[in-house]
């Protein structure tokens, strides 16, 4: 009896019917040294037949034609391609560069010489971030689920251990989520914390790194405790089975080998099945109850589970809104780019900054007086979490103070295009909106084309069209590395997309302090938050592209992973079996295009003047 398991698409397709002969073959052979009754559960892919060998003498040999134990040769393995080798490195190198130039150019001069633990945590997050979603391109290269790569069939496979890969890149993740990152901003926070305490002068560094060793410690054993009490509880994956009975393969036909002067025989002999095969293979029983195998999955795999199901939330949300945001704010760009303004359009624009410079530096004083007279009506005492009156203070102050962010940030771009059309405009640089009026209409396209295959290929129960997988695959035919470089296209889009989603929601509805990246002026604080966000988003991402491209990447690893293993898992499979995160991240979409309809521009002028008159209603 044999115990077959594929992944959820073709568990019970019909075309997983007659093309296991030669695998199962072998494995029963190597691993058991006998073929009858061999049972087996789980293997890494479940593929066609590999092309046709022959033996010495010329004689073709079908798996289904061995009827007794032989000695078996150790299978070749697949040696590590040279040229994926060499792309990794090339890849690192990019992202080290790309990541240095980020830090370099946009840090705040304030940071230049300072904060240099920060940064290597934002160089070296931005680098983990982009290799994890990279990795996903590279295992499809690679082709380690294909059942040949086990020797009898390694030409098309990379020889690369992508299971280790993936295992190394699951924990760096949780390292930096939840160890590097919380540190790093308690490090770097620590510093404004003395400042306004008043102790910040004559500090030793050690004093900021046990501040944030306190900090930290409260955050590991939080968390600590989340993760080991969900292992415990929930790491059982129920994959479903189908049960196969075949018939003695003492009933298949016979063919003749010679073998070697060691009296076995090599993997490389197993040839394509005849007719014969095929009709003994048409004998086989095939249960039409679909059973299930209750396994436990290791810790590495759970983990990444876990942090794939913590970041949907975030990547269905801004992911969703990125999607939408992103082609129009690149063409809202080009069609805003500064032009030349005549003297009347430069007095009026002039006076409407001043104007609202004014406002805002008022609104500034009002909102330092309010926070001094409660200190005052408080005698500089906090109120506790229980102080219902003092919790509706704390948010009204807190839901001001970002609208005050808001308005002086809108005021500084305004100022800036005000220069760029101004003093500056002689050296402002025309290339630049020409370049963003090209990203933006590749970025429509991306985003079209990743709506369309959402809506054809993912939710429906039966893809109606394989979509972007047919556009993959047809690389495959003359040049498969375009195909690679394409899923790498389209998978590391949708992190931008999460980063700008998280950017204009944070400025349209103002629920938490905005993180804009700004040209030589962005603090540390805000490339740590844009990086930890990044990072959170990375696994959903690369589970999204799994399963968006399930037939382009059938040979990965990470399918087995995510649409296997995890994709059963106990509690968290049921959110991605009901396709919620997908249905949820399509809505968003679908929303934010309704609205950046309406509102396609962010709010402007009106805001600062509306704040004021507010705060001197309080007084």
């Known amino acids: ?98 990541g240095l130039y980020l830090v370099v150019k946009y840090q705040h001069p304030d940071d230049k010489n300072d904060a240099y633990v920060p940064k290597l945590v934002v160089l070296f997050g931005f680098v983990l971030s982009g290799a994890t979603v990279l ?55 620590a510093d404004d914390g003395m400042l306004m305490a008043g102790t910040s002068v004559g500090a030793k ?77 048409r004998s086989n029983n095939v249960d039409p109850t679909l059973g299930t195998v209750a396994l436990s999955v290791n810790a590495s795999v759970f983990y990444a589970g876990l942090m794939a199901w913590l970041g949907w939330f975030l990547f269905a949300l801004f992911g969703g809104i990125g999607l939408a945001a992103l082609p129009l704010d690149l063409i809202l760009a080009y069609l805003d780019r500064p032009r030349h303004m005549d003297a009347v359009e430069f007095a009026e624009a002039q006076m409407s900054l001043r104007d609202r410079v004014n406002e805002l530096v008022a609104v500034g004083e009002l909102l330092k007086m309010e926070r001094e007279e409660r200190e005052q009506q408080n005698g500089g005492r906090k109120g506790g979490f229980f102080d219902r009156e003092a919790r509706k203070q704390a948010a009204e102050e807190k839901q001001t103070l970002l609208q005050f962010k808001q308005a002086v940030y809108l005021l500084e771009e305004d100022a800036e295009d005000f220069a760029n059309c101004s003093e500056n405009y002689k050296n402002y640089n025309p290339l630049i909106p020409i370049g963003c009026l090209i990203a933006g209409v590749c970025s429509f396209i991306i985003s079209f084309f990743w709506l369309l295959h959402i809506i054809l290929y993912m939710l429906p129960a039966e893809p109606v069209t394989p979509f972007l997988n047919t556009y993959f695959m047809w690389f495959q035919k003359w040049f498969s590395m375009l195909g690679v470089l394409s899923v790498a296209i ?19 509805f103002l629920f938490f302090q905005v993180h804009p990246m700004k040209l030589n002026r962005t603090y540390m604080s805000s ?81 600062s003047l509306q704040l004021r008159d507010r705060l001197k209603q309080r007084h």
Not at 161 to 180: D, K, Q, S
Not at 571 to 577: I, L, P, S
Request: hydrophobic residues 50%; glycine residues 6%.
């Open 490 to 508: 389209f998978s590391f889009y949708l992190l931008i997309a999460a980063v700008k989603g998280c950017f204009k929601f944070g400025l349209r």
């Open 1 to 98: 009896m044999i115990k077959l398991r594929g992944d959820r698409k073709s568990v019970t397709g019909a075309s997983d019917t007659i093309p296991y002969h030669t695998i199962l073959i072998q494995y029963c052979t190597i691993q058991y040294n006998t073929i009858p009754n061999c049972s087996l559960v789980s293997f890494p892919s479940l593929r066609p037949a590999p092309p046709t060998a022959r033996t010495s003498n010329n004689t073709l040999l079908p798996a289904a034609a061995l009827s007794s134990p032989l000695a078996v040769t150790a299978p070749k393995v697949a040696m590590a391609d040279l040229f994926l080798i060499f792309v990794i490195v090339v890849a690192f190198v990019i992202l080290t560069i790309i």
């Open 205 to 281: 560094p050690n004093s900021r790194i046990c501040e944030a060793i306190k900090y930290e410690m409260f955050v590991v054993v939080i968390f600590g405790l989340i993760f080991v009490v969900t292992y415990l509880f929930m790491n059982s994956t129920d994959i479903p089975v189908r049960e196969v009975t075949g018939p003695s393969f003492n009933n298949g036909a016979t063919y003749t080998i010679t073998q070697s002067s060691t009296g076995g025989f090599s993997t490389s002999q197993l040839a394509d099945m005849g007719s014969a095969d095929q009709q003994v293979l």
């Open 527 to 607: 490339f740590l938050f844009n990086i930890g966000l990044v990072c959170l988003c990375a696994l959903p991402v690369v589970q999204f592209c799994a399963s968006a491209f399930q037939d382009y990447a059938r040979y990965t690893t990470i399918n087995q992973v995510f649409n296997v293993q995890l994709y059963y898992l106990q509690f968290f499979g049921w959110w991605w079996r009901k396709k919620v995160f997908e249905y949820a991240f399509l809505c968003m979409t679908l929303l934010t295009c309704v609205y950046l309809g309406c509102k396609p521009r962010d709010s402007s002028a009106s805001n």
């Open 135 to 189: 990795l996903l391109p590279l295992d499809v290269a690679n082709n380690e689920g294909f059942a040949g790569c086990d020797g009898w069939a390694t030409a098309f496979c990379g020889g690369l251990n992508m299971a280790l890969f993936w295992e190394i890149f699951y924990w760096l993740i949780t390292v930096w989520l939840f160890l590097l990152i919380p540190f790093s901003m308690f490090y770097y926070e």
